[in-house]
């Protein structure tokens, strides 16, 4: 594919029994909190071929998993009509087992396609299922798609109200000899800075895969930034303690983001990269989240204070 547009969007959707006669803890609002990505793919006269909906439990493992539809797609063609199947299980596998496989319990994925599920591990809420249904009998149109499941829901004698919060986490649009990327990362620092990436001269030419990939590379050490600062102050105030397995998964995060560098360090040397403002320094980020730490996690070994008047 020469172009190449998708956006990663943070949702959550808050479901509540409409009855007003009810109290507001009886109304009993679920929260169906996730990620979505849209992924169209293209054939050489720019015409949609297949179309894919990703959604994760969190911004990264689906950012790397519409990578891996892109680069299969790029590489072998159309991923639902091949006589030997795209093999889903091996690729969240190895998206998923140096960090997240052994250290996020609540870790899940689900791609569809036409509103049906080709693929899905891990446990998500069925109403993002019924979401994507209504999406597919909207034409695409997602804007619609929330307002459709309400009233489907209530035709169906449920009763309830939907509130739906969403907003942009990454920007992708890609062109034969350009690309952008815009990230914000909202949380309790806010980080937002974009990258242009450009062919060297005689170099590779762009890959979309690769593209998508080192913006969740981004997406991911940011937060296994954040991680460790908090968890490095903990383990200097005794919260946790050596060889416990929250050290372990310290240690793991540690090597994680180290492998992250390295990754983004070879997409640097095949591309021209320029960030705006500036590139995230993961180290900075550590600090900032070790200062947090320190104003917000209290120290179980500090003596209190005795005032004598």
């Not at 997602?142 to 919060?165: H, K, R, S, T």
């Not at 762009?206 to 969740?216: E, F, H, P, S």
């Not at 060889?243 to 180290?258: C, G, I």
């Not at 990754?263 to 995230?280: D, M, N």
Request: with cysteine.
């Amino acid at each position: 594919m020469k172009r190449f547009t998708t956006k990663l969007i943070r949702e959550k959707f808050l479901i509540s029994n409409a009855d007003k006669k009810l109290s507001h803890d009886q109304q009993n609002a679920l929260s169906a909190p996730g990620n979505r990505m849209r992924i169209q793919l293209l054939d050489a006269n720019e015409q949609p071929m297949e179309t894919f909906i990703v959604r994760g439990q969190n911004m990264h493992i689906t950012a790397r998993m519409a990578a891996r539809i892109l680069h299969t797609f790029e590489k072998s063609g159309p991923l639902l009509a091949r006589s030997k199947a795209f093999d889903w299980a091996d690729t969240w596998h190895s998206i998923t087992h140096e960090y997240e496989g052994p250290h996020n319990p609540n870790k899940w994925i689900v791609v569809y396609a036409n509103g049906k599920v080709v693929f899905s591990e891990g446990s998500r809420h069925p109403f993002l299922d019924v979401i994507e249904k209504c999406d597919i009998e909207n034409q695409l149109n997602y804007d619609f798609a929330v307002p459709m499941a309400e009233e489907m829901l209530n035709n169906a004698g449920q009763n309830i109200n939907i509130n739906y919060d969403a907003n942009v986490a990454l920007n992708i649009t890609v062109n034969e000899d350009e690309a952008r990327c815009g990230i914000i990362v909202r949380g309790t620092r806010s980080t937002t800075f974009s990258f242009m990436v450009k062919p060297r001269e005689g170099g590779e030419k762009l890959n979309i895969a690769q593209i998508v990939t080192a913006a969740a590379s981004f997406l991911e050490g940011i937060q296994l930034a954040f991680t460790i600062g908090f968890d490095t102050h903990k383990r200097a105030i005794g919260i946790i303690e050596k060889m416990s397995p929250e050290e372990k998964k310290l240690k793991s995060a540690v090597n994680r983001l180290r492998h992250i560098n390295t990754q983004i360090s070879s997409f640097e040397e095949i591309y021209s990269v320029h960030y705006r403002p500036e590139k995230p320094a993961f180290h900075e980020h550590i600090r900032q989240a070790e200062i947090l730490a320190r104003e917000t996690i209290e120290d179980p070994n500090a003596e209190n204070e005795i005032y004598i008047e």
